[in-house]
């Protein structure tokens, strides 16, 4: 008996074995670039290519963020071995808060209003309109670039001319960044509209017979039980907003509106023996992740709770 049984045992050894192998390759793949980050903005500019196999910083420093952080003068930095470029980096900071809040607050609102449409009234040709409109996530969206591109451009044109605003007017620039974002997506609406289909329609049902409109029905039931799915879409959505880069790059042209992540492409300037500012950039890179990496420990296991589409018991 005793001999038989421990090979079952063995077995279940040698695949946690194997599946803790396997973890371990997949965490250090995943992981190590972002080590790579921290180990070159740690190195001073003059080591940084010289002791590459070398998996720690060399000659550890803290210099490269207070550069970031515009704590150290231009004619430091170029004694330091620098580029000499210096980044605004609060400044981008701001702008890149102000444009992934505005964006993830309008998607999240519009997004559930829509998604509460196709999911609880009925319309003619609903599923048809449904389905056309999550056919809008086969489209690239750089096709798109050019016409909202267009738009903006009229609109801004509108404003200037008529209400006078100089054309670089920050208020023009956030409005065009945000605009082609602010409302409801395909898929924002389709993640909302699959778990409003799972909530109990007797409650609402009960509502109804007590004389709910469907406004009363959305902002006193549906959305306060659908609080874990809308932090999940907002969390997704600001991500997505904060790593956005194409459109604010095109856009956002002035200091005043500009986003991190665009912002970040001035430590890649060339200096005169034209090898880029590495330990700069990398630095600048690490302040930029470390938002999104409070987001995550915040709310993460409520998205990782919220995305598996439990449903109500």
């Known amino acids: ?32 670039p972002f080590w790579w980050v921290l180990r070159t903005a740690w190195t001073t500019q003059g080591q940084v290519f010289n002791d590459t196999s070398s998996l720690l910083p060399v000659e550890f420093t803290w210099y490269n963020f207070r550069r ?44 559930s209003m829509s998604a509460y449409a196709f999911a609880r009234l009925k319309f003619p040709f609903r599923n048809f309109l449904f389905t056309l409109y999550i056919s809008a996530l086969m489209v690239p969206g750089i096709v798109l670039l050019i016409p909202n591109f267009i738009l903006v451009l009229n609109v801004r044109e509108f404003f200037v001319e008529t ?36 909530i109990n329609k007797e409650v609402e049902e009960a509502a109804t017979i007590d004389g709910a409109s469907y406004a009363t029905l959305y902002f006193r039931i549906i959305l306060p039980l659908a609080q874990a799915p809308l932090a999940t879409l907002g969390i997704i959505t600001f991500i997505q907003a904060w790593n956005e880069y194409l459109w604010p790059l095109v856009i956002g042209r002035e200091d005043s509106v500009k ?13 005169p023996s034209g090898a880029p500012d590495w330990t700069g950039l990398m630095a ?19 998205v990782l709770d919220s995305i598996q589409f439990t449903g109500f018991k």
């Open 1 to 32: 008996m005793s001999s038989g049984s421990s090979k079952p045992v063995g077995k279940m050894s040698i695949n946690r074995i194997l599946l803790w192998i396997g973890l371990v390759v997949v965490l250090f793949v995943t992981l190590f």
């Open 68 to 111: 970031v952080l515009g704590l150290v003068s231009t004619e430091e930095a170029l004694a330091a071995g620098g580029s000499g470029q210096s980044l605004n980096f609060f400044l981008f900071l701001r702008n890149s808060l102000i444009f992934a809040t505005l964006v993830t607050l309008g998607q999240v609102f519009f997004s």
């Open 163 to 198: 209400f006078g605003l100089a054309s670089d007017n920050p208020i023009l620039g956030f409005s065009g960044m945000i605009a082609p974002f602010f409302l409801m997506t395909p898929f924002a609406v389709f993640f909302l509209r699959q778990f409003f289909l799972g």
């Open 259 to 271: 986003v991190l992540t665009v912002a970040l492409s001035i430590f890649q300037s060339q200096q």
């Open 284 to 302: 600048a890179t690490t302040m930029a992740i470390i938002p999104v990496l409070i987001v995550y420990m915040i709310v993460g296991r409520r």
